[in-house]
């Protein structure tokens, strides 16, 4: 069964940078989709970026785009989230999830439906704040 635990999560200054990280273990990250999730006070679960196992596509929400940057490195099964210009809004836990693809689009399937996510993380906080 494969397992993610994230780490890199803290406070930070509006205009920070923070780096997430989500380690793998149990099974080979190789064949999973992946993708970075955020659960802000008050409000549900939002995907935010998600990538496909070979790295090749990747999607994110509006908020984030050319701000964020999900990477993956299958070799150390580990996920990365990259977080530039970060603002009070991205104040949230930060979860790292995997999905397995449909069988037909396993190289390049990037979605990032909550309900298509079967391994989570146990969350990492980020607090954008001065």
């Known amino acids: 069964q494969l397992q993610l635990v994230e780490s890199g999560g803290g406070l930070v200054q509006p205009g920070g940078s923070l780096r997430l990280s989500c380690a793998a273990s149990?099974?080979?990250?190789?064949?999973?989709?992946v993708g970075w999730f955020r659960q802000a006070p008050g409000k549900g679960r939002e995907g935010i970026s998600c990538?496909?196992?070979?790295?090749?596509?990747?999607n994110y929400t509006d908020s984030v785009k050319g701000r964020f940057t999900i990477s993956r490195d299958n070799g150390k099964k580990a996920i990365y989230l990259q977080m530039n210009s970060l603002e009070s809004d991205d104040t949230a836990v930060y979860y790292c999830?995997?999905?397995?693809?449909?069988?037909?689009?396993?190289?390049?399937?990037?979605?990032?439906?909550?309900?298509?996510?079967?391994?989570w993380g146990q969350g990492t906080q980020v607090t954008v704040s001065s």
């Open positions: 999830a995997a999905s397995v693809p449909p069988i037909t689009q396993w190289r390049d399937y990037a979605g990032c439906a909550e309900a298509e996510f079967e391994y």
């Open positions: 149990g099974y080979t990250l190789d064949y999973y989709v």
């Open positions: 990538m496909s196992s070979t790295g090749g596509v990747t």
